[in-house]
T-cell receptor
Framework: GEDVEQSLFLSVREGDSSVINCTYT??????LYWYKQEPGAGLQLLTYIFSNMDMKQDQRLTVLLNKKDKHLSLRIADTQTGDSAIYFC???????????FGGGTRLMVKP | KAGVTQTPRYLIKTRGQQVTLSCSPISGHRSVSWYQQTPGQGLQFLFEYFSETQRNKGNFPGRFSGRQFSNSRSEMNVSTLELGDSALYLC????????????FGEGSRLTVL
């Protein structure tokens, strides 16, 4: 079955880079996503990558996909205190908008 | 453009009662999905509606149901509430099906006593 795993917690200093990792088990995943959830709020789509891509860059965000190892990562450059939030990776297999989410990684940015 | 609106934001019910949650998608969005978020199970997919038809359903008991109206607004209902149904229920809308680009509301926090 589908399973998406993330580490629970990451702490970085302001200005450093953050790397949040995710592993998934289903090799037929077509789309992989990163969502951000701030306290008391819903989820916000940050970026996504198609399974036929290795990398995608969007301003301070870089997504790397290693299909062989089923590993996805999100790098945030020049991390700011406003980046403190929970980050979820998610996969979809063309089954409409039915996403399987990881448990989320809580990113804490220290000034 | 207004975002996804969910009502009510907070509610308290007792075991055995039923609850109806409402979701108004972003104007023009035709797909509405529902997710349950709990500390133990994380985010779990409940169901998705597109053009008033249920397209997908997650692994939840029949006590969980939903529907979508012609204006794309959606409701979900949980009957015979159990303590374990306490959760944040998130609604997400999307312009079309098969995009995964979901726009989430702030959620309805249900507490079952």
């Amino acid at each position: 079955g589908e399973d998406v795993e993330q580490s629970l917690f990451l702490s970085v200093r302001e200005g450093d880079s953050s790397v949040i990792n995710c592993t998934y088990t289903d090799s037929s995943s077509t789309y992989l996503y990163w969502y951000k959830q701030e306290p008391g709020a819903g989820l916000q789509l940050l970026t996504y990558i198609f399974s036929n891509m290795d990398m995608k860059q969007d301003q301070r965000l870089t997504v790397l996909l290693n299909k062989k190892d089923k590993h996805l990562s999100l790098r945030i450059a020049d991390t700011q205190t406003g980046d403190s939030a929970i980050y979820f990776c998610a996969e979809s297999m063309d089954a409409g908008n039915m996403l399987t989410f990881g448990g989320g990684t809580r990113l804490m940015v220290k000034p | 453009k207004a975002g996804v609106t969910q009502t009510p934001r907070y509610l308290i019910k007792t075991r055995g009662q039923q609850v109806t949650l409402s979701c108004s998608p972003i104007s023009g969005h035709r797909s509405v999905s529902w997710y349950q978020q709990t500390p133990g199970q994380g985010l779990q997919f409940l169901f998705e509606y597109f053009s008033e038809t249920q397209r997908n359903k997650g692994n939840f008991p029949g006590r969980f149901s939903g529907r979508q109206f012609s204006n794309s607004r959606s409701e979900m209902n949980v009957s015979t509430l159990e303590l374990g149904d306490s959760a944040l229920y998130l609604c997400a809308s999307s312009l079309e099906k098969n995009t995964g680009e979901l726009f989430f509301g702030e959620g309805s926090r249900l507490t079952v006593l």
